[in-house]
């Protein structure tokens, strides 16, 4: 293995034997091009399985990893690391078709992570990874001093249970030391099933990330903006199916933009409502609490919701009391069968509430919407509820909001816009929920037994 990788030239392949690999240490350091990379790939996809004491770290440029099974698999750092050390990085290298089940250290107190990505533009996709129950992030980015830029996409974060205590999320990009840097990570199309390991199922703490076209299926947690600023959470479903504790987007910080997602059936509340603001400290640390200030939350969609948002989180007696503060509200849909649809702790200062349409049996705060009747939605194919041809939501939005040019299913939006995250649009629909199908690794069986 040494060897073939010493004399590994761009366009090479470098074939792993089918079997178990027991307690392996594998290093892939070299350098391929962007039209030729360096690719070490099982000599079956899934047939390849690392146990025990084992990791793979990619170091240079141009490098793939592919078709890789770890199973029950541990190591102090990470499973993947996309380094040799802090001195030689991985930069435009890729993660992809690998799987990481039950992977948890013999030693019940130690943490480690599935992935950890360090260097710029690299990729992780098409990976499943599932039952981490130690302390640790399970795929966490590391961050420099610049934009990290890398992208995660199409991968099965699978069942994780509660740990108990923080630690535990999916996904964590950035730290609060480094929180400030525009990180610009991309995380699209990921499949989130049962991610319940604490209440941020992701954590952002750095700046103009994008979270986009993710489903979130029974995750008792949130998307939660923790540090950092100028985000993008935008076309993802959220659905608690009536399980408790499940939770929509937590945002703390500034000029976060909350649109075009839909949000049904969760059952938490106070940080895990459908959509919560905190309040924050006065000249916070950076691992405090920043005021949210000039947060866009626009065009979702809110059905059958615990409680659908909450204004002004905080602890008082640890001084998190700044509310949040010239933000807009608009074009939000309220299907309010139950539950409560406003939680408003500390009042907002300079709000703005426009154009947003609420259907409850319920008194409705006058600030928040207009109420209508019916928003008469029908529920389509796998259970999403839409509004009908006839729906009031058609040509009610209000305001500009010239950075919504489409709907959460993709279509393209035309003025006067409809309310919500659907367009009323005769054209087939383009997108939807993900399933764990459409994700993930390509082998029709995993197996784990020799």
Partial sequence: MKESVRQAQAGDSIILANGTWQDTDLLLEASGTAENPITLRAETPGQVKLTGHSRVRLAGRHLVVSGLLFHEAWHESALVEFRKDSKKPAVDCRFTNCAMLDCNP?????????????????????????????????????????????????????????????????????DSTTSMVAARVIVEQNHFEQCSGEVEIISNKSCENIYRHNTFVRCEGALTLRHGNRCLVEGNYFLGEGKRYTGGVRIIGEGHRVVNNYFADLQGDETRAAISMMNGIPNSPLEGYFQVKDAVVAFNTLVNCKWNMAIGLGDKKNNVVLPPKDCAVANNLFLVTKGQLLDQQTEPQEFLWQGNLVEAAGPIPETVGRRVSDLRFRQSAGGIWRPSADSPVVGAAQGEFPFVTEDIDGHARSEPKDAGCHRIATPAIKAGPLMAGDVGISWETIQTED
């Fill in 106 to 174: 013999p030693q019940v107190d130690r943490g480690f992570k599935y992935v950890s990505l360090y260097g710029h533009r690299n990729r992780v996709d098409h990976c499943r990874l599932e039952g981490k129950r130690n302390e640790g992030a399970t795929l966490v980015v590391w961050l420099g001093d610049g934009p990290a830029e890398h992208r995660i996409d199409h991968v099965h974060f699978g069942p994780r249970p509660r740990l108990g205590k923080n630690g535990g999320e999916s996904i964590r990009v950035g």
